[in-house]
């Protein structure tokens, strides 16, 4: 056997359904693909089962085609259609009596009409069953797509984009009742995030244009004659170029030959109006109708008359050719491989039958023929099961339209679109979010404006503007249904909602019945799929409240809290702490095993330390360690790294390790003796850990450049915070005197106060009475009081101490603004806390403080240490009220969207289960190094 | 093996469409955002490659943020090339500082590097000179030119990655003992500042 071939047919038509009883031009687009595509490609396939050929093939149908071929309403019209055609086939016989070429056609195209009504009605009018039956014998591989069939890389939100792939494989489920492995990327456009995605949607692998996998790094030792792994854990096939060229090349490949029929010469535009008005959709509107009786012949006007025997003639002889050359490409791909290559070829579903008359017979023939070319064929899903593993790769933006990557859907155009589509995105997760449980009304106008904003997403309106074709109509879908979801939106949230409007929409756009407004929300929490886990997860952590000393212990007091609101049991070893017990199971359900602070009496660090996490080995094995009590374990920074690596070895059970800060980035650099050897054990922990979990994007890159990603890689869950502890006390009001600019942390370098202090003298010459409230402690106090002496500020710098929960919303409710001007910041979990209060933040642009704010959108970022823009910016927001409460506003919106322990638990939960139900080390080792 | 890009014909929509060329209906290219709002009076950034040379952004600014940047002198839209360092920060150079004519709410950056990444702001003219930013975008990459000859078997060349983890960066250093004191730990790492020490 030479290697495999990859056949794979994208069957997609934009939802173009009218609810008015007369058959509609757009309509027209779908009744063709079934008479001349979908049908005879399932004739052919049938009739290859039936003879026992030995054939797999992989076909997406798009959602919207889904939607449409199970639609009442257009399954009528299809069979008054085909009963037209049938009655233009007869009239064709009779005028075409008197000429035997064209009359052996006319009756050909009669037959076939009629063969193709028999076939629909045998079906019910129901043609997703007829897949689902190949599937079900082992012959086709179904997958589906986009929603809509958007352009992912240009749907801005990440919410909006999981809608277009969620609800996208709702709906084949819906139809098929089961979710497809597979997924066809619209335009095989994909960019990274993407396959994160569909991870989460449980889809196991997807196609991509040649040099998405070409353009990989590293480079992958198999080229596009294998597939390649995302460090998400989905696997990418590729596109290979030979095959497409020579049946998509208009001039060279297959359907240009001449003997082939000739698409544009269609009784339609021969005829009189007269005639065929009748058979028209528009009336005088002239649209193909199937009867076209002349082939290619060659470049000119004149056309010969089409000879069926000639060409199926020519199909088989293509076929032949096609499968020798893919032989020869197999053969040779596979001297440089350790296992069969393989060839994938993607096309467009439509090509056959539809702009290539003959493509189902070729199909048929390529089939009948693999086998004597060495070539077995085979779906994805069949490779992935003899093949699960590949190399892990990095893939960039690419796409299968012109020039490869997003010139077709962004280009001046059809650039206009995109402002509009994502502010309504951004609006959609918001309504979804904020009414998500109103009444039925509500509801209803929710889920209508999701299907608006879907359509609205369609990549086929920008790729018609962009062609320049029926521009209006598609600039006018585009809008139409932007329009219509502004209206909505704007129903639901001044909370009247006009029922007529509604009703009408409904109507006219009724696909995805089953669409929950849930889908935009800003955060979906994982339902149910944690309780009854039975997970019971040991969290190693040095500090745990009322002991805190920095971040990380109220992180995983939160985190901990939230995981067992979703049904995870947690177990929590950790440091003594003053006037609490050893044990206690809190509010939450969380359990809290407390090393005995007599085992850690000493002075030295590293016994305080080494005795901290003996302690919690003990515990844990009192608890059920050594019986499989534990699933996991859930380690917090280096500290506590000898305990977990004892548990995980006594219990044979996989490491999660959350790297909070590292010593480098603390100290910029290793120095000391310690700083090194805190420095190994950072590394030792990270490469034992199945997965490692950073708070910010800039952490991920520090982890991963000084450790490498361990073996299950990285994964980026930012810190949360709970908005309802942020509501002030009592003492609110705002004091008397100038404007609060609040600064909270620890008083050490890292933290830049010296940076607020130098910027101060800049800020009082427009604002005098500014007062800086320096809330903390730290060694680094005395110099910043003799720094803010120094530069004459003392009078308005208040170093207020520690403050706790009451304190902090008090002084953060009376600040005017809030300045975090960090020099080193692995994510600022205090900067959420001051958006999640409702006061305007200014940050300085480093670590993951900068992946938080969106500058000029929710917040300021200002360059590490550049104490002059620092002092512009939070002048100007004192001089301009408003412009900070609009920062504010929306900065409040993002950490109710994207912040909250809810989710961040979620998200943390799943990689639990990703964990203990992923592959073992051993499998990751191979991936990762494959 | 050169890659043609596009090498197919038109998807299904337009092979139907071509079949309604005497279709009713406007076919110049006349965006109909006479029907959408052509203002939203927010703030939105809009920063997508479009290709490996290719960036597009556009933007949208408040009404009283255009009132502050009109009393400034008008808007001025900048790139930045960004790179990052040896302590995986970002680094912003200045690539190109354009002012666009008034009313101009997108831009094309073209001759971009491949593989690369860049940010952009829009802001004002502060009366020294310096610029103001108003909004600013994220950070996105261009994508890279794929190479085009490459057959099984081939690994990485020099100095390409071997594995996905395998970054320029120091290697792990070695453990190193030390007898540390409790109190000096606490005095002088700043991390664990805060922290009492167990009660006796």
Same mark, same amino acid.
């Given at each position: 056997m030479n290697g495999y071939l990859l056949l794979v047919l994208h069957a997609h038509l934009p939802f173009v359904r009218s609810s008015g009883a007369g058959e509609s031009l757009e309509e027209r687009w779908f009744f063709e693909a079934c008479t001349e595509c979908y049908i005879p490609i399932l004739n052919r396939l049938e009739k290859l089962d039936g003879e026992g050929v030995d054939f797999r093939l992989a076909i997406s149908l798009s959602p919207t085609l889904l939607s449409m071929m199970v639609d009442e309403h257009l399954k009528e019209k299809y069979l008054g259609y085909l009963d037209r055609m049938i009655k233009l086939g007869l009239s064709e016989c009779e005028r075409t009596s008197g000429s035997s070429e064209l009359n052996i056609l006319a009756q050909k195209y009669l037959r076939?009409?009629?063969?193709?009504?028999?076939?629909?009605?045998?079906?019910?009018?129901?043609?997703?069953?007829?897949?689902?039956?190949?599937?079900?014998k082992g012959r086709l591989e179904l997958l589906t797509t986009a929603a809509t069939h958007s352009f992912l890389p240009l749907v801005h939100s990440k919410e909006c984009r999981r809608a277009?792939?969620?609800?996208?494989?709702?709906? %084949?489920?819906?139809?098929?009742?089961?979710?497809?492995?597979?997924?066809?990327?619209?335009?095989?456009?994909?960019?990274?995030?993407?396959?994160?995605?569909?991870?989460?949607?449980?889809?196991?692998? %997807?196609?991509?244009?040649?040099?998405?996998?070409?353009?990989?790094?590293?480079?992958?030792?198999?080229?596009?004659?294998?597939?390649?792994r995302c460090r998400s854990g989905v696997t990418a096939f590729a596109r290979d170029p030979e095959s497409s060229r020579q049946v998509w090349e208009r001039r060279e490949g297959y359907p240009g030959h001449p003997d082939y029929r000739e698409f544009y010469r269609d009784i339609a535009y021969d005829l009189n109006i007269d005639y065929i008005e009748p058979f028209l959709p528009g009336g005088d509107i002239r649209v193909d109708t199937g009867f076209k009786y002349y082939r290619i012949t060659g470049g000119g006007e004149e056309k010969d008359f089409y000879d069926p025997a000639l060409a199926e003639k020519r199909a088989a002889m293509d076929a032949r050719d096609f499968v020798a050359r893919r032989a020869l490409q197999l053969r040779q791909a596979s001297s440089g491989m350790d296992r069969m290559p393989l060839v994938l070829s993607p096309y467009d579903a439509e090509l056959f039958g539809h702009w290539w008359y003959e493509g189902p017979l070729w199909l048929e023939q390529?089939?009948?023929?693999?086998?004597?070319?060495?070539?077995?064929?085979?779906?994805?899903?069949?490779?992935?099961?003899?093949?699960?593993?590949?190399?892990?790769?990095?893939?960039?933006?690419?796409?299968?339209?012109?020039?490869?990557?997003?010139?077709?859907?962004?280009?001046?155009?059809?650039?206009?679109?995109?402002?509009?589509?994502?502010?309504?995105?951004?609006?959609?997760?918001?309504i979804a979010d904020r009414h998500g449980s109103e009444g039925k009304m509500a509801q209803r106008a929710l889920k209508q404006a999701g299907r608006e904003l879907l359509l609205a997403q369609s990549s086929d309106w920008a790729f018609i503007i962009k062609e320049g074709t029926t521009v209006e109509y598609a600039?006018?879908?585009?809008?139409?249904?932007?329009?219509?979801?502004?209206?909505?939106?704007?129903?639901?949230?001044?909370?009247?909602?006009?029922?007529?409007?509604?009703?009408?929409?409904?109507?006219?756009?009724?696909?995805?019945?089953?669409?929950?407004?849930?889908?935009?929300?800003?955060?979906?929490?994982?339902?149910?799929?944690?309780?009854?886990?039975g997970l019971k997860v040991a969290v190693l952590s040095w500090e745990y409240p009322p002991r805190t000393v920095g971040g990380l212990g109220r992180h995983v007091f939160d985190l901990s809290s939230s995981l067992s609101r979703l049904g995870v049991e947690v177990h929590i070893f950790t440091c003594p702490a003053q006037d609490r017990p050893h044990y206690e199971v809190d509010e939450a359900g969380v359990h809290i095993y407390r090393v005995d602070e007599r085992d850690l009496k000493t002075s030295n660090f590293l016994e305080w330390l080494g005795g901290l996490n003996e302690g919690m080995v003990r515990l844990a094995r009192e608890r059920g360690l050594g019986e499989g009590f534990f699933g996991l374990v859930h380690a917090h920074d280096w500290l506590v790294f000898s305990a977990a690596r004892e548990i995980t070895e006594k219990g044979g059970i996989p490491l999660v390790s959350t790297i909070h800060?590292?010593?480098?980035?603390?100290?910029?650099?290793?120095?000391?003796? %310690?700083?090194?050897?805190?420095?190994?054990?950072?590394?030792?922990?990270?490469?034992?850990?199945?997965?490692?979990?950073?708070?910010?994007?800039?952490?991920?890159?520090?982890?991963?450049?000084?450790?490498?990603?361990?073996?299950?890689?990285?994964?980026?869950?930012?810190?949360?915070?709970?908005?309802?502890?942020?509501?002030?006390?009592?003492?609110?009001?705002?004091?008397?005197?100038?404007?609060?600019?609040?600064?909270?942390?620890?008083?050490?370098?890292?933290?830049?106060?010296?940076?607020?202090?130098?910027?101060l003298p800049l800020i009082r010459e427009s604002h005098p009475q500014v007062e800086l409230a320096v809330a903390g402690r730290g060694p680094y106090e005395e110099e910043l009081r003799r720094l803010a002496s120094k530069k004459g500020v003392e009078d308005c710098v208040n170093f207020i101490g520690f403050v706790d929960d009451e304190g902090r919303n008090n002084l953060l409710a009376r600040a005017a603004v809030a300045v975090f001007p960090s020099i080193y910041e692995p994510f600022g979990i205090v900067a959420l806390e001051a958006m999640a209060a409702g006061t305007p933040v200014v940050v300085s642009e480093t670590g993951g403080l900068s992946e938080i704010i969106c500058h000029g959108i929710d917040g300021l970022k200002v360059p590490p240490g550049n104490s002059g823009l620092l002092a512009r910016y939070v002048a100007d927001l004192l001089a301009h009220p408003d412009r900070a409460v609009r920062l504010s506003r929306n900065a409040h919106r993002k950490v109710l969207d994207r912040y909250s322990w809810d989710q961040i638990a979620s998200e943390t939960a799943r990689v639990y289960i990703d964990v203990t139900r992923g592959a073992s080390p051993e499998h990751l080792r191979k991936a990762v190094l494959y | 093996m050169a890659l043609s890009f596009g090498c197919r014909p038109p998807p299904t929509v337009l092979l139907f469409l071509l079949c309604f060329a005497k279709w009713k209906g406007d076919m110049t290219m006349n965006e109909p955002s006479q029907s959408l709002p052509a203002f939203y009076d927010d703030n939105m950034i809009g920063f997508f490659p479009q290709g490996p040379c290719t960036i597009f952004v556009y933007w949208e600014l408040s009404r009283e943020l255009w009132e502050a940047v009109a009393q400034m002198g008008g808007a001025f839209i900048r790139l930045y090339s960004v790179w990052e360092n040896g302590n995986s920060e970002y680094e912003y150079h200045l690539t190109r500082e354009i002012k666009p004519p008034p009313y101009t709410g997108n831009w094309y950056f073209e001759e971009l590097s491949p593989g690369a990444m860049y940010c952009f702001e829009v802001g004002g003219k502060l009366a020294d000179g310096s610029f103001f930013p108003m909004l600013k975008s994220e950070t996105v990459g261009t994508p890279p030119v794929p190479r085009f000859h490459f057959m099984p078997g081939q690994g990485p060349a020099a100095g390409e990655p071997g594995s996905v983890w395998e970054v320029p960066g120091e290697k792990c250093l070695e453990e190193a003992g030390q007898n540390l004191d409790l109190d000096e730990v606490l005095a002088s790492m700043p991390f664990y500042m805060g922290y009492r020490k167990p009660a006796d």
């Amino acid at each position: 056997m030479n290697g495999y071939l990859l056949l794979v047919l994208h069957a997609h038509l934009p939802f173009v359904r009218s609810s008015g009883a007369g058959e509609s031009l757009e309509e027209r687009w779908f009744f063709e693909a079934c008479t001349e595509c979908y049908i005879p490609i399932l004739n052919r396939l049938e009739k290859l089962d039936g003879e026992g050929v030995d054939f797999r093939l992989a076909i997406s149908l798009s959602p919207t085609l889904l939607s449409m071929m199970v639609d009442e309403h257009l399954k009528e019209k299809y069979l008054g259609y085909l009963d037209r055609m049938i009655k233009l086939g007869l009239s064709e016989c009779e005028r075409t009596s008197g000429s035997s070429e064209l009359n052996i056609l006319a009756q050909k195209y009669l037959r076939h009409l009629e063969k193709t009504r028999r076939y629909f009605t045998k079906w019910g009018g129901n043609l997703p069953p007829a897949f689902k039956s190949l599937s079900e014998k082992g012959r086709l591989e179904l997958l589906t797509t986009a929603a809509t069939h958007s352009f992912l890389p240009l749907v801005h939100s990440k919410e909006c984009r999981r809608a277009q792939i969620e609800v996208g494989l709702d709906s %084949f489920e819906s139809v098929f009742g089961y979710r497809p492995a597979g997924f066809w990327l619209p335009e095989c456009a994909y960019e990274q995030g993407v396959d994160v995605l569909l991870r989460d949607a449980g889809v196991k692998y %997807f196609i991509v244009d040649t040099h998405g996998i070409l353009a990989a790094v590293p480079r992958p030792p198999h080229g596009i004659y294998g597939p390649v792994r995302c460090r998400s854990g989905v696997t990418a096939f590729a596109r290979d170029p030979e095959s497409s060229r020579q049946v998509w090349e208009r001039r060279e490949g297959y359907p240009g030959h001449p003997d082939y029929r000739e698409f544009y010469r269609d009784i339609a535009y021969d005829l009189n109006i007269d005639y065929i008005e009748p058979f028209l959709p528009g009336g005088d509107i002239r649209v193909d109708t199937g009867f076209k009786y002349y082939r290619i012949t060659g470049g000119g006007e004149e056309k010969d008359f089409y000879d069926p025997a000639l060409a199926e003639k020519r199909a088989a002889m293509d076929a032949r050719d096609f499968v020798a050359r893919r032989a020869l490409q197999l053969r040779q791909a596979s001297s440089g491989m350790d296992r069969m290559p393989l060839v994938l070829s993607p096309y467009d579903a439509e090509l056959f039958g539809h702009w290539w008359y003959e493509g189902p017979l070729w199909l048929e023939q390529v089939f009948r023929l693999a086998g004597n070319g060495g070539i077995k064929t085979i779906t994805p899903g069949g490779y992935l099961s003899l093949h699960p593993f590949s190399q892990v790769v990095e893939m960039p933006m690419s796409s299968w339209g012109e020039g490869g990557y997003g010139y077709v859907w962004l280009n001046p155009k059809n650039d206009w679109i995109y402002k509009h589509q994502h502010f309504a995105e951004a609006r959609m997760s918001y309504i979804a979010d904020r009414h998500g449980s109103e009444g039925k009304m509500a509801q209803r106008a929710l889920k209508q404006a999701g299907r608006e904003l879907l359509l609205a997403q369609s990549s086929d309106w920008a790729f018609i503007i962009k062609e320049g074709t029926t521009v209006e109509y598609a600039a006018n879908r585009v809008s139409g249904h932007l329009k219509s979801f502004m209206a909505l939106a704007d129903m639901i949230e001044s909370g009247s909602v006009d029922a007529d409007l509604l009703s009408g929409l409904e109507r006219e756009n009724n696909l995805f019945p089953d669409l929950s407004p849930g889908v935009f929300a800003p955060y979906r929490v994982s339902p149910g799929i944690f309780k009854g886990a039975g997970l019971k997860v040991a969290v190693l952590s040095w500090e745990y409240p009322p002991r805190t000393v920095g971040g990380l212990g109220r992180h995983v007091f939160d985190l901990s809290s939230s995981l067992s609101r979703l049904g995870v049991e947690v177990h929590i070893f950790t440091c003594p702490a003053q006037d609490r017990p050893h044990y206690e199971v809190d509010e939450a359900g969380v359990h809290i095993y407390r090393v005995d602070e007599r085992d850690l009496k000493t002075s030295n660090f590293l016994e305080w330390l080494g005795g901290l996490n003996e302690g919690m080995v003990r515990l844990a094995r009192e608890r059920g360690l050594g019986e499989g009590f534990f699933g996991l374990v859930h380690a917090h920074d280096w500290l506590v790294f000898s305990a977990a690596r004892e548990i995980t070895e006594k219990g044979g059970i996989p490491l999660v390790s959350t790297i909070h800060a590292t010593e480098y980035g603390r100290n910029r650099g290793i120095v000391t003796d %310690f700083q090194r050897r805190i420095h190994g054990i950072e590394s030792r922990l990270v490469s034992m850990s199945r997965q490692v979990i950073c708070c910010s994007n800039y952490m991920a890159r520090e982890v991963g450049r000084l450790f490498g990603g361990g073996l299950g890689g990285i994964r980026v869950i930012p810190n949360g915070v709970n908005p309802t502890n942020l509501v002030p006390g009592g003492n609110s009001r705002p004091q008397s005197g100038g404007p609060v600019i609040a600064f909270l942390g620890r008083l050490v370098p890292e933290k830049g106060v010296q940076v607020l202090i130098e910027a101060l003298p800049l800020i009082r010459e427009s604002h005098p009475q500014v007062e800086l409230a320096v809330a903390g402690r730290g060694p680094y106090e005395e110099e910043l009081r003799r720094l803010a002496s120094k530069k004459g500020v003392e009078d308005c710098v208040n170093f207020i101490g520690f403050v706790d929960d009451e304190g902090r919303n008090n002084l953060l409710a009376r600040a005017a603004v809030a300045v975090f001007p960090s020099i080193y910041e692995p994510f600022g979990i205090v900067a959420l806390e001051a958006m999640a209060a409702g006061t305007p933040v200014v940050v300085s642009e480093t670590g993951g403080l900068s992946e938080i704010i969106c500058h000029g959108i929710d917040g300021l970022k200002v360059p590490p240490g550049n104490s002059g823009l620092l002092a512009r910016y939070v002048a100007d927001l004192l001089a301009h009220p408003d412009r900070a409460v609009r920062l504010s506003r929306n900065a409040h919106r993002k950490v109710l969207d994207r912040y909250s322990w809810d989710q961040i638990a979620s998200e943390t939960a799943r990689v639990y289960i990703d964990v203990t139900r992923g592959a073992s080390p051993e499998h990751l080792r191979k991936a990762v190094l494959y | 093996m050169a890659l043609s890009f596009g090498c197919r014909p038109p998807p299904t929509v337009l092979l139907f469409l071509l079949c309604f060329a005497k279709w009713k209906g406007d076919m110049t290219m006349n965006e109909p955002s006479q029907s959408l709002p052509a203002f939203y009076d927010d703030n939105m950034i809009g920063f997508f490659p479009q290709g490996p040379c290719t960036i597009f952004v556009y933007w949208e600014l408040s009404r009283e943020l255009w009132e502050a940047v009109a009393q400034m002198g008008g808007a001025f839209i900048r790139l930045y090339s960004v790179w990052e360092n040896g302590n995986s920060e970002y680094e912003y150079h200045l690539t190109r500082e354009i002012k666009p004519p008034p009313y101009t709410g997108n831009w094309y950056f073209e001759e971009l590097s491949p593989g690369a990444m860049y940010c952009f702001e829009v802001g004002g003219k502060l009366a020294d000179g310096s610029f103001f930013p108003m909004l600013k975008s994220e950070t996105v990459g261009t994508p890279p030119v794929p190479r085009f000859h490459f057959m099984p078997g081939q690994g990485p060349a020099a100095g390409e990655p071997g594995s996905v983890w395998e970054v320029p960066g120091e290697k792990c250093l070695e453990e190193a003992g030390q007898n540390l004191d409790l109190d000096e730990v606490l005095a002088s790492m700043p991390f664990y500042m805060g922290y009492r020490k167990p009660a006796d």
